[in-house]
C-alpha cells in the first residue's frame, strides 16, 4: 500500500504575490484526479470519523534519527495499485467522509531545507488560476479570506500530523503492530494480495501491562487503536466494490 503526494500533487509551485496576484480558485468536483491513489495519509484526529467507511492501516514511514522504524496511518482505498476504488466514473466521491489530504488540495505545504513551510498550489490542475471561483490572492496581492480558511485547514492539518506521530512512536515502542495481508480472489478467477501494512497485534495488546494500557488511556490513543481495529472490518467493503470472493 502507498500514499504518494506525487499521485496527487503534479506541478506544485510557491504562491506568490507577484506570479498569483487575482487567481481564482474553484472547488474540487471532479475526484479524477485522485483516482490513482489507492491509499491517503490520516490523522489521528480523523481516525473516528473515517473508520465508520474506510480500512485505516499503517505503513512504513523511514527511520528517525536514532534508526528507529517510523510508520504512519492511511486511509485505504483500494486494493491494488493506483486503484482508487471510491471515485465514481464521472469523478464524484463515492463516500461520506472526505479525508483532509484530500480536503486541503489543491494547496499544500512545502518544507524548505531549515524546515520552513511554504504554501504551494497544484498549477496544473484546470480549477486553479482560471474564470471561475474565488480569488486567492486580491489584485493588490493579498490574503483573502478564502485563503485564511486554506491556511487554517493546512495549518490543522500539519498540527494533527505531529500528534498523529505520538501515537504511531508509542504503537512501535510498545510492539504493538503486525504484518497485514489481504487476499482473495476476482471476478475471473485471478488472485489478488494485498500487503504492505501494519495493522495491530491482537494477541500483544491483549497482553499489554496495565500500566502501559493506562497511558495509552491517558494520552486519549486507546481510542484510536479501537477505531482502527474496528476499521479493519471495511476491508470486506473494498472487496465488494472490486468484486473479490
Request: hydrophobic share 45%; with cysteine.
Amino acid at each position: 500500500m502507498t500514499a504518494s503526494s506525487s499521485v496527487l500533487y503534479h506541478q506544485p509551485v510557491a504562491v506568490t504575490r507577484e506570479q498569483h496576484a487575482g487567481h481564482r480558485v474553484a472547488p474540487v468536483r471532479d475526484w479524477r484526479i485522485a483516482q490513482g491513489l489507492n491509499a491517503v495519509p490520516v490523522t489521528a484526529i480523523e481516525f473516528i470519523e473515517a473508520a465508520r467507511e474506510f480500512p485505516i492501516a499503517f505503513v512504513p514511514a523511514g527511520q528517525d534519527a536514532q534508526g528507529r522504524v517510523q510508520v504512519s496511518p492511511v486511509i485505504l482505498l483500494g486494493l491494488r495499485e493506483g486503484e482508487n476504488l471510491f471515485v465514481g466514473p464521472a469523478g464524484e466521491w463515492q463516500a461520506t467522509y472526505l479525508p483532509a489530504f484530500l480536503r486541503r488540495y489543491p494547496f499544500a505545504y512545502a518544507a524548505t531545507n531549515d524546515g520552513t513551510l511554504n504554501l504551494v498550489v497544484d498549477v496544473a490542475w484546470p480549477g486553479f488560476g482560471g474564470e471561475s471561483g474565488d480569488e486567492v490572492l486580491d489584485a493588490a496581492g493579498e490574503p483573502t479570506p478564502v485563503l485564511h480558511a486554506v491556511l487554517q485547514l493546512l495549518d490543522n492539518f500539519e498540527r494533527e500530523t505531529a500528534r498523529t506521530r505520538v501515537l504511531c512512536d508509542r504503537l512501535v515502542a510498545l510492539d504493538l503492530l503486525r504484518g497485514g495481508e489481504i487476499q482473495g480472489a476476482l471476478p475471473d478467477g485471478q488472485p489478488l494480495t494485498a500487503g504492505g501494512f501494519y495493522m495491530i497485534d491482537e494477541a500483544r495488546l491483549a497482553t499489554l501491562p496495565d500500566d502501559a494500557v493506562i497511558e495509552l488511556h491517558r494520552l486519549g490513543l486507546l481510542g484510536l487503536i479501537h477505531a482502527h481495529r474496528v476499521s479493519m472490518g471495511h476491508v470486506q467493503t473494498l472487496a465488494r466494490r472490486l468484486g473479490v470472493q
